[in-house]
């Protein structure tokens, strides 16, 4: 009654060391990808800009890298939201680089609440999107001012 059966342990013993060898045996990817998103923001950005960022340009770095080129010749809130979302949608997205020639706070913001959302991270490179915004810190209930 205490003994296991002869097919189910020598079944158990072959999957127990072909889990140990499958990563010898299976062939896996040959290098990282990884995939960023490059937006210009702003009011105006010639569209040659996108022929310049190409997986290319970086060959010489030790993980594969796929730029994503995205151009937002609107200041308008939601259009940015849109692109940016568009590009959430149809791409594994693993960052997201972002510079704009506004001098707006709201860009930022924006970018801030993209981020916290997706757990993408944004890196801001000029412009209103580079303002460096307050870290929000949580309170406990017992921390509230009293007035």
């Known amino acids: 009654m205490g003994r296991a059966p002869a ?49 290319q340009s970086f060959l010489d770095m030790p993980l594969e890298i796929h730029p994503i080129t995205v151009i937002v010749n609107d200041t308008n809130p939601s259009s940015l939201l849109t692109h940016i979302c568009s590009v959430l949608a149809s791409h594994k997205i693993h960052g997201i680089v972002f510079e704009d020639n506004v001098g707006t706070e709201a860009v930022a913001q924006i970018l801030d609440f993209v981020s916290s959302q997706t757990q993408v991270p944004v890196i801001s490179i000029s412009g209103g999107s580079a303002v460096v915004l307050t870290p929000k810190v949580r309170l406990s209930p017992g921390l509230f001012p009293r007035g």
């Open 7 to 55: 097919p189910a342990l020598l079944l158990s013993l072959v999957l127990g060391c072909s889990a140990a060898f499958s990563d010898i045996l299976l062939p896996g990817p040959e290098e990282p990808v990884v995939n960023v998103a490059v937006v210009f923001g702003g009011t105006s950005y010639p569209l040659h800009i996108r022929s310049r960022l190409s997986p």
